[in-house]
């Protein structure tokens, strides 16, 4: 039983092992898990001389699994939030968080 409620899921994509003719990856696997996903957004302003220039919004999404998940960074991460949207994204961070006596409690990943 996870430490957190978990009732989101996640689709991870993984290009197989396998190759073809030309060497790309002949499939792609993809695993279902059950997650919890935090969604945010920040406006990051660029500036030269005190002058804005430009203004953005970046998105960032913390996906917090149940102990040691198979998670890398070449697979394609994907889920869909409550508006609808379908966001995939590969992950640029991932985490596993311990409890004292070494077991993986939870694996965070960053996109």
Known sequence: MAIIPMRQTITVKRPS?????????????EITLKCRIDEGSTAVKSRNNGVIR???????????????????????VSFTNELGETIEKRPKEINVKRHIDGKALLTEVYL
């Open 54 to 76: 430009s203004e953005e919004a970046v998105a960032s999404a913390r996906i917090i699994l149940d102990r040691l998940a198979d998670v890398r960074y070449t697979d394609v």
């Open 17 to 29: 092992d396998e190759l073809d003719v030309w060497g790309n990856p002949a499939g792609v696997e």
